[in-house]
């Protein structure tokens, strides 16, 4: 019976490991699209870049800074900010101008 329980728990643990990335729109670089944004000591600029190379179950650490970006989500993901008034994700640079919207979700 053990090793019955031993095997069902491989089947049914999660395939991919979910990963933690980081993102500061001040100090963070992109690296021409090389970084994976996984090291928070090297963390990249842009949402929309780290968004791109997460994958489902990722968790997005998302420093205080203002990005002004278009982002769609299609996967299961956590974006945790800094702090609820120090970062502003926003369509266009001068408030209430925007004509698309700035994030889609979907399912």
Request: aromatic share 6%.
């Amino acid at each position: 019976m053990r090793p019955f329980i031993v095997l069902l728990l491989c089947f049914t643990l999660p395939l991919t490991a979910q990963t933690t990335r980081y993102v500061d729109g001040i100090n963070g670089d992109n690296q021409g699209g090389a970084n994976t944004c996984t090291n928070a000591a090297n963390p990249c600029e842009t949402l929309s870049h780290t968004l791109s190379v997460a994958s489902t179950g990722d968790t997005v650490e998302i420093a205080d800074a203002v990005y002004t970006e278009t982002l769609t989500l299609s996967f299961d993901i956590s974006l945790n900010v800094e702090s609820e008034g120090g970062t502003i994700i926003q369509a266009a640079t001068q408030p209430n101008t925007a004509n698309n919207k700035v994030i889609t979700i979907s399912w």
